[in-house]
């Protein structure tokens, strides 16, 4: 195995920590609004509050290391990417600024609006659709070189009425829900909020079809956009895969048996973990069909030994801290059943 192969698994580690902590920071925004709406929130937004308080500021630094270092690792990546996701990035970054802003007023203001709480959770929705843009292009045919050479263009056209793209942004939309729904199911029964976690579980299990549906929707679509890359998921790591679908079945299934919330959790890590294995060993050496080659277009040895290191150094300290915080904070006793709450929502 290269350096730089070595070094890409490490940046899928930090994308796969980022897609899990990122999707619970999105979707518990949407339940949060949707408690309020449906008069629920004594139930859910105390509890929900208790896990955003303590998280929002670290959520982000996984999706900042993986940014640094694939364009440490592959300098093509910010030519090719630079103008083409000028406003899927531009907008996510808004979107951040946004749901930033509502924790600060949260936090330290004398009151939260509502208007305010809307926008923190419809941002919830629009982020990773904006972010999934990257994913999308990166299989290829969306990109052209100009005619000069010098610069390339992104055919909006094409991107837009992509089966394939539609398909990846409805993805990412839902496991959002679902990977939310999953973790504060358990989070309410942790807490002993029996009531809570009802309301939560049947969100779980609501989610469940349609995360399978479009997992399968978006598999089948991407045959027409990147047939070499589908031949190879399907011939080599479709087994990835079917133990993903395995571990949705399972945790689907306990959750409507009302089975250790704790176990249902790891099950859907460990669905999002096969899947996004099964898709970047699948892919390599390719990060953006058929113009950066990883073992082509990577940095130097030596440069991709230090970015190497520096990764691995990023994420021995990002993942115990984010233990730590669980620890003292997230799963405290006394903390987790709201004995010391703080800040509103």
């Known amino acids: 195995m290269s350096i730089t192969a070595f070094g890409m698994i490490v940046l899928y580690l930090f994308l796969f920590l980022y897609i899990i902590v990122g999707s619970i920071d999105f979707g518990a925004g949407i339940f949060i609004l949707q408690s309020k709406l449906r008069g629920t929130e004594s139930t859910l937004v105390p509890l929900i509050g208790r896990y955003l308080n303590p998280v929002w500021e670290v959520t ?11 364009v440490g690792f592959f300098p093509d990546f910010a ?16 979107l951040l600024t946004i749901r930033g802003s509502f924790y600060a007023f949260q936090n330290y203001g004398p009151d939260s609006k509502f208007s305010w709480l809307v926008l923190h959770s419809v941002s919830g929705l629009f982020i990773p659709a904006a972010l999934s843009m990257g994913l999308v292009i ?3 045919g969306y990109i052209h070189k100009t005619n000069t050479g010098t610069g390339v263009d992104l055919n909006w056209v094409d991107l837009f009425f992509s089966p394939f793209a539609w398909a990846v942004v409805f993805l990412s939309l839902i496991s959002v829900m679902y990977i939310s729904a999953g973790f504060l199911a358990y989070y309410a029964r942790k807490a002993e909020n029996m009531k809570g ?18 997992s399968l929707f978006t598999f089948i ?15 080599q790591y479709w087994w990835l895969f079917v133990l993903s679908i395995l571990c949705l079945l399972a945790a689907w299934i306990l959750s409507i048996m009302k089975k250790s919330p704790g176990t249902v959790f790891m099950l859907v890590i460990a669905q999002m973990g096969t899947a ?6 699948s892919k390599w050496p390719y990060i953006l069909y058929p113009y950066i080659n990883g073992e082509l277009h990577s940095a130097n040895d030596t440069m991709a030994l230090a970015l190497t290191i520096a990764a691995i150094l990023g994420l021995l300290l990002l993942v115990p801290s984010l233990i730590l915080l669980m620890r003292l904070f997230i799963f ?6 709201g004995k010391n709450d703080e800040g509103h929502y």
Do not use: C
Request: no cysteine.
């Open 79 to 94: 030519y090719y990417y630079g103008s083409v996701l000028l406003v899927p990035g531009s907008i996510a970054l808004i």
């Open 276 to 281: 996004v294995a099964g898709y970047g060993i």
């Open 332 to 337: 405290n006793k006394d903390y987790v059943e």
């Open 60 to 70: 982000n630094v996984f999706l900042v290391f993986f940014t640094v270092g694939i």
């Open 138 to 140: 990166s299989e290829g």
């Open 197 to 214: 976690y009802n309301i939560i579980r049947m969100w779980f299990i609501f989610w469940g079809p349609p995360m399978a549906l479009v």
């Open 221 to 235: 679509t991407l045959r027409s956009q990147n047939k070499q890359h589908f031949d190879t998921m399907v011939g």
